[in-house]
């Protein structure tokens, strides 16, 4: 079965390389979607694959990577699949 998930990720998550991250695990996953940073200091995404990649993809954004400190996840379903492939864009 295939999903799609909004992400909102809020805590220390921009300056410490999360979207490069976010990037690298999803691709390794091999989901589609994509990263951003938003202006209010949160990163936001979108992951869209086999629900265990997106589930096992969104606990990895629990932790994210090193230099990160996750304080909240926000989860919503997301209703138009993206373009094939993960990638970064810019800042909203």
Same mark, same amino acid.
């Given at each position: ?25 999803? $691709?390794?996953?091999?989901? +589609?979607?994509?990263? *951003?940073?938003?202006? #209010?200091?949160?990163? @936001? =995404?979108?992951?869209? &694959? ?12 629990? $932790?994210?990577?090193?230099? +990160?400190?996750?304080? *909240?996840?926000?989860? #919503?379903?997301?209703? @138009? =699949?993206?373009?094939? &492939? ?7």
């Amino acid at each position: 079965m295939i999903d799609c998930k909004h992400v909102l990720i809020s805590g220390r998550v921009q300056g410490v390389w999360y979207r490069g991250w976010t990037v690298q695990q999803a $691709q390794a996953l091999n989901l +589609a979607g994509w990263v *951003r940073n938003l202006s #209010d200091g949160r990163v @936001e =995404a979108v992951f869209h &694959g086999p629900v265990e990649r997106v589930r096992a993809m969104i606990e990895a954004c629990r $932790q994210g990577p090193p230099a +990160a400190c996750v304080d *909240r996840i926000d989860i #919503d379903q997301w209703t @138009e =699949a993206p373009p094939p &492939g993960f990638h970064q864009r810019p800042t909203l």
